[in-house]
């Protein structure tokens, strides 16, 4: 059974860092893209980062750039999200996601085939 699962997220004060980590099984993440999403409260799931399965890195939004990074380690079959300077506006819920019809990134949450349960993400001091 195809499966995503995420953890790390929590409560952080503005500037501080967390990384999120997305375990897969049933399947094997190094023939995949694989993103990352997010959803805040009111407001329409975003893209935020997707890795390719050659490890190419594309930043769905703007926000992010210089602040996350993400990364895979095929041996754990795992994808993470380092997150720094973490802002209030980073508040969401966060979701992993892979696309079992393409190496490479695309942009639409709907070419995503199977999504982790999400992992809360609360910026606040």
């Known amino acids: 059974q195809l499966q995503l699962v995420e953890s790390g997220g929590g409560l952080v004060q503005p500037g501080g860092s967390l990384r999120l980590s997305c375990v897969a099984s049933?399947?094997?993440?190094?023939?995949?893209?694989i993103g990352w999403f997010r959803r805040a409260p009111g407001k329409e799931r975003e893209g935020v980062s997707c890795?390719?399965?050659?490890?190419?890195?594309?930043n769905f939004a703007d926000s992010v750039k210089g602040r996350f990074t993400i990364s895979r380690d095929n041996a754990k079959n795992t994808v993470h999200l380092q997150m720094n300077s973490l802002k209030p506006e980073d508040t969401a819920v966060y979701y992993c996601?892979?696309?079992?019809?393409?190496?490479?990134?695309?942009?639409?949450?709907?070419?995503?085939?199977?999504w982790g349960q999400g992992s809360q993400v609360t910026v606040s001091s």
């Open positions: 996601a892979v696309d079992l019809d393409s190496r490479s990134c695309r942009h639409g949450p709907n070419e995503y085939d199977y």
């Open positions: 049933g399947f094997t993440i190094e023939y995949y893209a």
């Open positions: 890795i390719s399965s050659g490890g190419v890195i594309t």
